[in-house]
């Protein structure tokens, strides 16, 4: 199993949050503005890029076809001055059809009521009755295209109710994995502090008192904060 497949596997077995993945990846991978349409999906997959531009989306309908079961679809869009890109048609398509286990939009949907009756797992930026054209047009800037697929083709999603960060592909390695361990192991000995010790949050976040304050923790607890005394807050994206 390589470190792709590996991390995929934590995230999904443990249900790391979207908020634990920004952390674990020093404060950053979030796509922002993002908010789920239908509440309590927690989706996890490689990401598929799709790019639509130029108040079109006929390039979504081409290619969306090269989705492949368990992706997560992430279109980026450029100039479509607020239409939206899909409704419930390629919603069904997507994930029922192609079996796509989440489709973001980076950009607005419609058809809202019908994707929440159906209860899609659909994440944009906003929603709006207003559609694209579907026939062809100006394509997506190559440039800026090329950027964000050599960026996030291949890399991990995450989507939950509190958004969607992604994992870029060249940072699905062992030193990401490790940190996906300890951002678990750090919220499980955070909560032991608040919950059974009853320390304040400036002692247990800021001060990290665990660290030094160690007679009231088990032979356990112990093995767990050292794993915890080099901070996590920066992450090599090299």
Known sequence: MNYKEKILDFCKKNRVSTTEVADALGKSGVLHGLKPICQNHYKVGLVKTVFTANNSNYSVHEQILDVEEG?????FTHNCNGRAIIGDLIAKFITLYKGASAVVVVGNVRDVSALKRENFPIWSEDFTPL??????????????????RNLYEGGVA???DGGVTVIAKNLLNEDVLKRLHKIE???????????????????IVCDKA??????????VHIDKINELKIPLDNVNNE
């Open 71 to 75: 992706d997560v679809v992430i279109i």
């Open 131 to 148: 559609g694209c054209y579907n026939i062809p047009a100006e394509p997506f800037p190559k440039e800026k295209e090329m950027e964000l």
């Open 158 to 160: 995450v989507c939950d």
């Open 185 to 203: 192991t750090q919220e499980d000995l955070w909560f032991y502090c608040l919950d059974t010790l009853k320390w304040d949050t400036k002692k």
């Open 210 to 219: 665990y660290l030094n304050e160690q007679e009231l923790f088990s032979s």
